[in-house]
């Protein structure tokens, strides 16, 4: 099976922590990453996170407080870049054709990356995604009210942030996001 997309760098990693203050002190005061932004306890659907950056990307690591995934699991999941948006629905439907198990695609909130998630065959959660948001020096994410979560990629494409540019350039897709569109 030839792959439609590649992928250019594991953009971030999750982490289930004990305790989310702990662990964002010492990613913070310890190892010097930056707050980007930061999800309450009572936020579905994991509840308290916090978003770290040691980068321009909104967030190269994130943390998942008072959580485990079960007995030594401690990983969320791992998260891949890709290049374009054309890639994210090429991989959606590459990852569809290979029988893999989707967990989510969309757009979720901080970040406002564009996404498909799925298990790889050991049941850990991937993302692969483009255009993560960026935190310029002035050291601001993007406000909440900004963030436009959507449930499939046709959504995130019709519904984009203000500042992403979600134009496809392959006409084809192009094409079957339209029709898609006019069916619903």
Not at 140 to 147: L, S, V
């Amino acid at each position: 099976m030839t792959t439609p997309f590649a992928v250019r760098k594991l953009g971030h990693a999750v982490i289930y922590v004990a305790d989310i203050e702990r662990s964002k002190r010492f990613y913070t005061d310890v190892l010097g990453f930056k707050v980007s932004d930061e999800y309450p306890s009572s936020m579905p659907p994991n509840g308290a996170m916090v978003f770290l950056r040691c980068n321009g990307d909104h967030h190269c690591l994130a943390l998942v407080g008072g959580k485990d995934g079960g007995p030594g699991k401690s990983l969320h999941h791992l998260a891949f870049e890709l290049a374009t948006l054309d890639e994210v629905f090429r991989a959606r439907d590459h990852l569809k054709a290979a029988g893999a198990q989707f967990v989510f695609e969309g757009r979720r909130r901080a970040g406002c990356q564009v996404s498909v998630e799925f298990l790889d065959p050991d049941g850990h959660h991937l993302e692969l995604y483009w255009d993560v948001d960026q935190i310029g020096s002035d050291g601001r994410a993007r406000p909440a009210a900004e963030w436009r979560p959507t449930r499939t990629l046709e959504e995130a494409v019709r519904m984009a942030p203000p500042g992403q540019d979600t134009t496809l350039h392959d006409s084809a897709l192009r094409s079957r996001v339209e029709a898609r569109t006019d069916q619903t």
